[in-house]
């Protein structure tokens, strides 16, 4: 983590320098995203346009150069005039896979103002209306699927694992003595899993949707937000009978017991 505030960086000397303090680590953040919007771009550059003193841009530069967020480009081509010419950067490999972390923690604070001020309905909402706009998309792919919950459930795997999720599915349980016959879903990537680790609404959503795209009730057992390696939801496909979801997004009553899936191992896809 580039801008933890509760992440010291260790010095060269081996000792651990101050605490970065919130406001340094929005500072931070700022400077790398403009080196990633605009670079390759000089630390001159960036004081003028963020407003901040050469001081303190050098301090933030040589900072993402030891975290290995940005390097210093070297041109490749054109004339060089007299002197050494001033030393500009572009944003790495590494500092570009940070910068989405840096967006969850963007979309959090978002979300606790919106909480805040309009209500924990209001995140609930927009939960359901982000999870509706991938679920009419999924729902045009499995409309070809058939009734068949297994089979939907093979549609719902190729289409997450195409969003990034990394997802996996395996037939559990043989039905028969009141043990649930079913397939066990798995995601091994949640692109909102710092998001959804403090407002488990959108994994709520997610489930719902699950639900009405594969038409039988699905139940939810472990989420990588909940500090679990993988999501795991259990689709049954046998042992009950199965009910249509209305579209409405109101659950069939015909509900799994609980006891009946301890058979069924998290995360064992």
Known sequence: MFFGEHAPRETKDGEDAQHVTPLES??????????????????????????????????????????GAVVPHEPTGGRRGRGRPARAYVVSEMGHGELEADYDSLAVEVLRYLEANAGASAVTDFARTRVAALEQRYAARLADAGDDPSARTAVLVEALSEDGFAATARPVGAGGDGVFAGVQLCQGHCPVQHVATEFPAFCEAETDAFSRLLGVHVQRLATLAGGHHVCTTFVP??????????????????TPRTDTLTHVKEGSS
């Not at 919007?37 to 001159?44: E, L, N, S, V």
């Not at 496909?237 to 015909?254: E, F, H, L, W, Y």
Request: glycine fraction near 8%.
């Open 26 to 67: 929005r500072t931070r953040s700022r400077v790398l995203h403009m080196v990633s919007a605009d670079g390759p771009i000089t630390a001159a550059e960036l004081g003028r346009h963020l407003d901040l003193t050469p001081a303190a841009v050098r301090r933030h530069l040589d900072a993402l150069v030891e975290q």
């Open 237 to 254: 496909t046998g042992g009950i009978a199965r009910k249509s979801v209305d579209p409405s997004g109101v659950s069939p009553s015909t």
